[in-house]
């Protein structure tokens, strides 16, 4: 038997640490887990004021819309659950902003802590800043980048800066959707951006004006 040549192995490596970081990474779970932490340090670390406005945020925030992408995907309206193709993403940044909406409306009128609220308005300005790149520009701006660094710009704030680290993570899961061939190094430069800015910049500033 042949030995199998050093460069198929690397690249065999290098494509499942990319799936790896694409799935673990992925939006969804950042969406689902950031409220939790946000509401374990906000709330002093009570567990059931931590699950119940941690989970209304994830869950309209991360698990409805999933719900909605998986079932399209399943159905062929797009490529897969990551929804590559840019024209392809109304229905699931629809989804994504409606039911985020409707997590918001709930947070303001159970009177959730503030930092709750400017969370979910900052994850909403955030997709809408990506809607607009997206369609407005035609550039398809990568999601899991965008909401990467968004929720480490937000976990820096709540927690410390050592949450910094976890910048590590944010550089893994942009290298993994290049070389994917998901998104370019634009892509996922510009995502890094919108959530730094979009989504890291507006909690700042929405969680101090709302003291």
Request: overall charge positive; glycine content about 10%; aromatic content about 8%.
């Amino acid at each position: 038997m042949s030995p199998v040549p050093a460069e198929t192995t690397s690249a065999s490596v290098r494509q499942r640490s990319a799936r790896i970081a694409t799935e673990v990474l992925a939006p969804w779970v950042w969406v689902l887990l950031l409220p939790l932490a946000v509401a374990w340090q906000v709330t002093s670390h009570h567990v059931g004021e931590t699950l119940l406005w941690g989970l209304i945020t994830g869950v309209f925030g991360s698990i409805l819309p999933m719900a909605v992408i998986i079932r399209g995907a399943k159905k062929g309206q797009w490529d897969s659950h990551h929804v590559t193709n840019r024209a392809a993403r109304v229905i699931p940044f629809a989804a994504c902003i409606g039911f985020l909406a409707i997590g918001f409306g709930i947070l303001i009128v159970g009177n959730a802590p503030r930092e709750l609220i400017a969370l979910a308005a900052a994850e909403l300005i955030s997709l809408v800043i990506s809607v607009a790149i997206t369609f407005g520009a035609k550039f398809k701006v990568s999601m899991h980048a965008a909401v990467a660094a968004g929720a480490v710009a937000v976990l820096v704030q709540v927690y410390n800066p050592w949450a910094a680290l976890l910048l590590l993570g944010v550089a893994w899961v942009c290298w993994s959707r290049v070389e994917l061939k998901d998104h370019t190094t634009a892509e996922v430069s510009v995502g890094t951006l919108v959530g730094l800015v979009g989504g890291g910049g507006a909690y700042l500033a929405l969680a101090a004006a709302l003291v």
